[in-house]
Each structure stands twice: as C-alpha cells, then as structure tokens.
C-alpha cells in the first residue's frame, strides 16, 4: 500500500499542527541550505510557529543582509513598491547592528564564564600547594597543625598507593617476561636434544651399516680361500708324494 496523500488544510489539534511544524521546519531549512549550495544563491527563510516563536535561516551572513538586498532593489525587480521602505530599510540595520552585538556579548560572556572557571581552579591549586608546603612559622594553633598533617598523611598514603600498584603491574609484567624467556628456552633445548638424538642415531646406523658389510665381506671371503688353500695343499703333497 502507498503512502496516504495528506489532504492540504489546516490542523485542528493545536497539539498535532505544533508537531507537524516542528518535523517540516527542519526539512524546509535543509532544503533551503541544500538550494543555497548547489545554486550558489542566498537564502532568506522567515517562520513564525504556531505558538509564536521564530525561526530564521541565512545562508550567507545574517538574514537582515540578504532581506536589505531585497529592500534595495528597484521596484520593478522585487514586485512592486514596498511601503515605509525607508523606515524597514532603517530597522533592519538596526537590528543587524543590535543581533551582532548580541553575538559580540554572548562570546564575551562565554569567555569571562571560562575564565571564571579558570580564576577559581587556579585559587583551588594554590589552597592545596598550601598545604603541601605549609609555612611552619605561620601556624598558630595545634588544630591548623592537625589540619596540615592529616592532609600530608593522607598524600602520603595515595601516593604509597599508587606506587605499591605500580610496583605490582612492574613485577607481573617481568614474571611474564621470565615465563616467555623460560619458555623460549625449554623449546631450544628440546630442539637440540631432539637434534641430538637423531644424528646419534644415524651414527648407530651408519656404524652399523659398515659393521654388516665388512662381517659380509669376511664371510663371502672365508670359504674361497679354504677351498683355495686345501686345492693347493693337496697339488703340494702330490708333487712330493706324500
């Protein structure tokens, strides 16, 4: 189903039309800045709500600058003569003037408010370093003395704090570097050893190799040369008669 086509006629519910202008007016300003830039032109948008407050848009400077080109224009360009066109011409200077200077004192105000905050940081860090060093000649009671001192020890304890933790997180981090060196060396260890036992395994077999092919080459070699020797002992014997 497409979307139902709102019928163009006033809102009765004051509440629904506060609504429905508060949704559109954003998205008649954003048209209007999205036509400013693709057409390179300037925009004046003036809206007044249903409960009387007013919404402006400029697209380039303030919006009394481009309705002052409007009011400066020939009549015959801008649709005909504009009654008390000096005087409209006069009280949007005015209220250039008077919205700039609002500007000037809203930045002004904002940057005493941030030195205010400053100013009183300041103060604070100058209390504790007080504190911090207190000048001894200048304590006059024992309860300013107790004052000091509760505050040092409790500097104290922070920072043995802080320095215990770092501590801790320091000796962790050299424990699992100790593990991953011990590690790393185990692992070496069992290369080489496993190095090891292979190349004396293949000595043992080289060694035995040799062993079976020299006790090979005695036993091929024994019976030839007791045939040989019997054949000539008995050529011998019949030469000399025995």
Known sequence: MGRKKLTMRRIENPTSRQLTYTKRKEGIIKKAGELAVLCD???ALIM???SGRLASFASNGRIEDILLRFVDRPDE??????NHEEFLSQKLKQLKYE???LEKIAVIEELEEKLDKLTRKQRESQEKMR???PNVEKINSALEAGVYQQFLTTAIQRIQTSK??????QLGHERTENVEVQAATMQMDDAVSLTGHSAEGNHARMRSNMDENQSGSSSAAGPHLSLGFIESQKMWNKTWNI
């Open 41 to 43: 032109t300037d925009v």
């Open 164 to 169: 215990a933790k770092l501590l801790g997180n």
């Open 131 to 133: 504190y911090y060093e």
């Open 48 to 50: 007044f709500a249903p």
């Open 77 to 82: 360009l801008r649709g005909g003569p504009i």
């Open 99 to 101: 919205g700039e200077m």
